[in-house]
């Protein structure tokens, strides 16, 4: 009877050795294990053996049993493993393949410059203040020391709704907005939209884009204004920006100044973004002036501050090297996605 | 203002220098004081390659009855002998002519090519003085019609004609004026920097010179006087504080001597006659406008300076009828009026070639009429922009002596004695401004010396009284008013640049900040951005026809728009009621740049007009979203959600519209939040979209920013996960296929109580297993308490409450 328990094992052996696909291992696991296969043969022949002989047999049918079981676990491992390993090598893709595109989106090139600079005061310890755009003349002009029949009102043509309302040319009316309603300290910046009336070409747009920035408080002086620039203009044209300012005049503030930039092109040399100069101009400011801060009910005599208005257009038009400003309100994507 | 530099430089003790470094340099340090320069340009003569030629052979043009052909001899160094066909009458042989060579340029920039005339080489072209940009009436003996033989010429008489062949022909006739004119931008408060002798006086100050205005001194050789000539009378002197008159007697008009010709071409100004060239003269000299009027020609023998009538008509120097208004100021005589104070003069007053005593007006006329009345007729002119910034009866007086001096040094007539005037009592009276050298310091952030501020200040021609704290402004500067004015001049020669940079060292620190509504806002546009959208910033105008395109009926409320009184044009005059047109004209603009898709969004304003429109129209901040390409209803309405997502807004309701006319009847959705109206979306009408050349399957979206960022939660508060296990439970009903899915939903929400945790509608199924004008819908229902596992008889209660509802509505358990 032992013999049998070994020809079945050699039996087996020979039979798993050849055997290399599921199946064919589920079969002899059947042809062996099953409940009529062979070790269930044996195993029904016992009572044929004397009780001595029975407690033997039956642990060399169980080794034989154990060892067939642990090989077809084994084989059965092995086969997984292959086909997993073909099934991966199917699954293999050639990487340089291009990419499914995601749906991308993105922000204005000229809301994109605006939100450095606000971030910038209001790092500084600025509040955004917001203003009309369809204004009074009184804030975008009267208040500001231009009365109507000042020549200075000449060098801002102006979108008149009626005589007394029109689209503000200048962020700076919502100065007097913000001082109407606020006492000192005041630092405020006041991005927007403003109105002349020039024809849309390469460099003038009949909408554009300012920020305005206000400081009145008790000691306020031009070296204040000064350094603010300098920190605007390295933060936003690079830690080797130099300022330099220019004696303007604005209705509005006195002294005035407009400021140049050293140029971001060549660093002031001179090349073609600053036409030879090495300085590129890029805001008016100056010291509020007395009148208008009385005019805000506020003591000049006790206060004193600065303004100053940034174009943002050009701005972005050097930040980007964009050529022409019209691509900024055309708004296509292949424009847009630039950015 | 252009200024020429050696004539700027004449009043002061710093010589000209011919070259380009110099006069940047001059432009430089002007700049940084506070005269912005524009451009320097060099001057020197625009005509190239004109060369003096001797006529050495000249025979008839065999093809042409009236041309000649000439042999001309222009010098080795341009040939030698070369030929030339001329039309020219006046060619004789010998003679010496200016000759254009092959490749030259003559007036007006033209070009001059050698080529062939009826067939007969002619290697340049022999030139007149039109032709050179000359008038012949500067050079005696010269003709208009013909060539310029210098034979002809007074100038050149006696000369060896000879030495000139190939020298350039403008310095033969010495017209190459040399210089630098630089043109500087004036700001409107320095009218005296309108002139000549105030750029001058600047920079002189700017570069440590002396300035000095020419002396004047008026002979008065004519033997009678002024006031027996003309007299005076200013009716309306609130606009006019002085007027001061002179007479010229024995007026010879003749062309002015060249000295002056230059300067003023030089500035762009024409020369004309030395009566009028003395006018412009002393306006560019002096910045004060001065008017001539022909004696003759002055009614009555009296000026009156009076408003105009309204509507009355007359007719300016340049020939043009102009209607006047009651808010101008004229210059009339005993019958009418003879001009427009400081704008321009009168046809009827105008200075003749036959005048012979001349009235010189030199006055001081109120800044805003002038400018009004500039206006009012359309007429800016030299004199009323330098008006219109405010001018002193000082510099009229001085303006009037300077040109009686430059009439005698001319020659150009007899200035009679005295001075015919009009003064207002308060026309010559100083002006205080306050001046305090401590408090200009601490305004300015400086540390500078009292003694180098007063310094400055009389150097710019100010009385300083140190102890009493104040200045007197020079005449010139009406723009120094208060200590800011003061402090500014100041800081302007102290240098700008000098000042130490401080950053608000006096000062407490603020907190900056946004508002809620402006970090909403920037959720808002990260999210877009996240979501696929593109920003896009557009302009606020609209054609009022867009409300045609939007096939809005006649009295829609978005046609009645804030109108912009002076458009760039009609498509530009009014201000968008609707974001609609603003982003179908953007997503249309992509379609035509056949990009394949275009998502775009933009947060920006509406402008409704108010009941009373003597407020301001409301600013309505609205998102605007507009897509076309890989875009369907569903997608845009998961868009949305994800914004109110992330803007932790309660649910949204949507309500089909069919409201407007511009959207698709069957797919647009009102937006309700909380019960209110919010916007809307949906695809565009087809024929709209046809109607701004959109594609048909645009979607767009338009919400109000106010409900958004007024709802918005930015601090949400954290739920506790749950501790016991859910309980799913599938429920498909069949019902009546208009029902919209959402009252279904809303149905299953009230009943299941708060037991039910969440409810999916899992499939949608319409076909003829279920029956004829019904559907099926199929939701997986969740419940869940937070206090412990659900029975199964717990959710049965719930969904038998259920069923009851949905029975209500016709619903049927599949």
Known sequence: ?339 | MKAPLKWLLAYTDIEYKDSDAFADEIASLMTLSGSKVETVDKLESKIKRVVVGKCVEIKRHENSDHMFVCMMDVGAEFGGVIQIVTGAQNVKLGDHIPVALDNSVISGGREIKAGKLRGEVSEGMMCSFEELGLSSSNFEGGIDDGVIVLEDLKILGGKDYDSFVGKDIMEVLDVCYKDHVIDFEITSNRADCFSVTGLAREAAVTMGAKFSLPEIKVKETAKGKAEDSIAVQVDDSDLCPAYFARTVKNVKVAPSPKWMRERLEACGVRAINNIVDITNYVMLEMGQPMHAFDRRTVRGGRIIVRRAKDGEIFRTLDGQDRTLNANMLMIADEIGTIGIAGVMGGENSEIRPDTTEIVFESATFDAVTVRRGAKSVGLRTEASSRFEKGLDPMLALISINRAAQLVEELGAGEVEKGIVSFKREDAFLDREVPFDPEKINAFLGTDIHAAEMVKILENLECRVNLEKKIIVPPYFRHDLICIADVAEEIARFYGYNNIESTLLKNCEMTLGSRTKKQRIRDVIRNRMSGSGFREMLTYSFESPNVYDKLMLPADDAHRNFVKISNPLGEDYSAMRTSMAPTVLRTLAFNHAQRNKTAWLFEISYVYIKKANEEELPEHREQLAVGAYGDMNFFKMKGVLEALFEELKLPEAEYIASKELPFMHPGRTADICIGGKKIGYFGQIHPLCADNFEAPRDSYIAVLDLEPLAAGAVEIPKGKELPKFPAVTRDLAVVLDRKIPQGEVIKIIRQRGGKLLESCELFDCYEGIQVGIGKKSLAYSLCFRSPEGTLTDEDIDKQMKKILNGLTNIGAELR
Request: hydrophobic letters at 35%; one cysteine or more; a negative charge.
């Open chain 1, 1 to 339: 009877m032992i013999d049998i328990l070994a020809d079945i094992k050699k039996a087996f052996i020979e039979k798993i050795t050849s055997s290399s696909s599921e199946e064919s291992i589920e079969s002899l696991r059947v042809d062996f294990l099953g409940k009529k296969g062979r070790i269930t043969g044996v195993m029904k022949q016992m009572g044929q053996l004397t009780p001595e002989e029975r407690p033997a047999f039956g642990q060399s049918a169980n080794e034989v049993r154990t060892f067939i079981e642990s090989k077809i676990a084994e084989k059965k491992k092995e086969i997984k493993a292959r086909e997993l390993e073909k099934a991966l090598e199917k699954e293999t893709v050639d990487v340089t393949m291009p990419a499914t595109p995601m749906t991308e989106g993105s922000l204005h090139p000229l809301n994109k410059v605006t939100e450095e600079m606000k971030r910038l005061f209001i790092g500084m310890g600025y509040e955004i203040a917001e203003g009309p755009e369809v204004e009074y003349d009184y804030y975008n002009f009267e208040a500001l020391n231009l009365p109507e029949g000042h020549p200075a009102r000449d060098t801002q043509d102006t979108f008149y709704i009626t005589d007394k309302m029109l689209l503000r040319t200048q962020t700076s009316s919502v100065q007097i907005h913000v001082m109407e309603h606020k006492k000192p300290p005041i630092r405020i910046i006041s991005p927007g939209k403003v109105y002349r009336a020039d024809n849309l070409d390469a460099t003038h747009s009949p909408i554009f884009h300012q920020l305005e920035g206000l400081v009145v408080d008790k000691g306020v002086t031009m070296g204040d204004l000064k350094g603010t620039l300098e920190v605007y203009a390295k933060a936003m044209f690079g830690d080797n920006t130099k300022i330099r300012l220019r004696p303007h005049h604005f209705p509005f503030t006195e002294p005035s100044a407009e400021v140049d930039v050293t140029c971001w092109g060549c660093g002031g040399k001179g090349c073609r973004i600053c036409k030879g100069e090495g300085w590129v101009e890029v805001l008016g400011c100056g010291m509020v002036h007395p009148d208008v801060l009385r005019r805000c009910d506020i003591d000049p005599e006790v206060y004193s501050g600065f303004a100053f208005g940034i174009g943002i257009e050009r701005t972005a038009l050097a930040r980007y090297g964009v050529s022409d400003l019209r691509q900024f309100f055309e708004n296509d994507v292949r424009f847009l996605e630039q950015f």
